[in-house]
């Protein structure tokens, strides 16, 4: 590689790295996990507890306490356990 390919994707990594640094606030964090965490389980127990929506359905904040209700009404004990995990 040319030396001034490489400065160049030296300079643009170093760059790109600082700008896409972002910083979560503790309650920030946690609300994505929640959702990452409904999102899978959604996916997981598309079949058993939410058979009658879209299966593609993006998941947000506000469906995470109705993932979680479904969750513990049909998806049998690890269900209930995902869903009070949620509940949280």
Known sequence: MAETVHQY??????????????????????????????????????????WSHDPGYRITLEDVPWVAAQLMKHGGRRGWEIGAKLSR
């Open 9 to 50: 994707l030296s300079r643009i990594g170093r760059k790109g790295g600082r700008k896409s640094r972002r910083t979560l606030t503790p309650q920030q964090a946690r609300e994505m996990v929640k959702v990452r965490e409904a999102r899978r389980a959604y996916r997981e127990f598309h079949a058993s507890c939410f």
